[in-house]
């Protein structure tokens, strides 16, 4: 049957298409976004402080929170380089990149931001990392450690009131 035929080859396209592996090229653009394969990727179900947010440690110092994020997630890739990454695209979103949960080898780098506390479960699109982000909260680790504002509310202009007291260094 020519309709199957033509469904099959549409089927194994998507397939090709959905789920990359090989050892890709890779870039890092910030803590939940990346470049694979030359198609730019918004990670799934996650919010990474922006790269210019900064937030406050245990020890209410100020630092960049959302370039600790990037820089774990470089550090990551690499220490991970020799396992192939592959990716699974849930959508586009309405910039034009992927919606994806991308592997290094068995990991997933999604659920590795979030239970570190270098992203933050994107609750509002996704409930997967939950339970990530809960044993992050518990460790305190990442963001978790101290204050920050959370990427959303970044994002539309919320910063801390009053932060002359926390940014006096020690």
Request: aromatic letters at 14%; hydrophobic letters at 40%.
């Amino acid at each position: 049957d020519l309709m199957f035929a033509h469904f099959l080859k549409i089927l194994i396209l998507m397939g090709v298409f959905l789920l990359q592996s090989v050892y890709a090229d890779i870039k890092i653009i910030d803590g939940d976004t990346i470049i694979f394969n030359e198609k730019k990727i918004r990670l799934l179900g996650i919010d990474a402080p922006e790269t210019n947010q900064y937030c406050f440690d245990k020890k209410k110092i100020k630092y960049s929170c959302g370039l600790n994020s990037t820089k774990a997630l470089i550090q990551f890739i690499k220490k991970n380089r020799n396992k192939s990454i592959k990716c699974i695209h849930h959508g586009i979103d309405k910039y034009g990149r992927f919606i994806s949960e991308c592997w290094t080898g068995e990991i997933s780098i999604n659920s590795w931001l979030v239970k570190n506390g270098f992203a933050l479960a994107y609750l509002q699109y996704s409930d997967k990392f939950f339970h990530d982000e809960k044993i992050a909260k518990e460790k305190r680790l990442g963001v978790w450690q101290g204050r920050f504002i959370y990427p959303w509310d970044w994002r539309r202009g919320k910063r801390f009131k009053n932060n002359n007291n926390l940014d006096k260094k020690e």
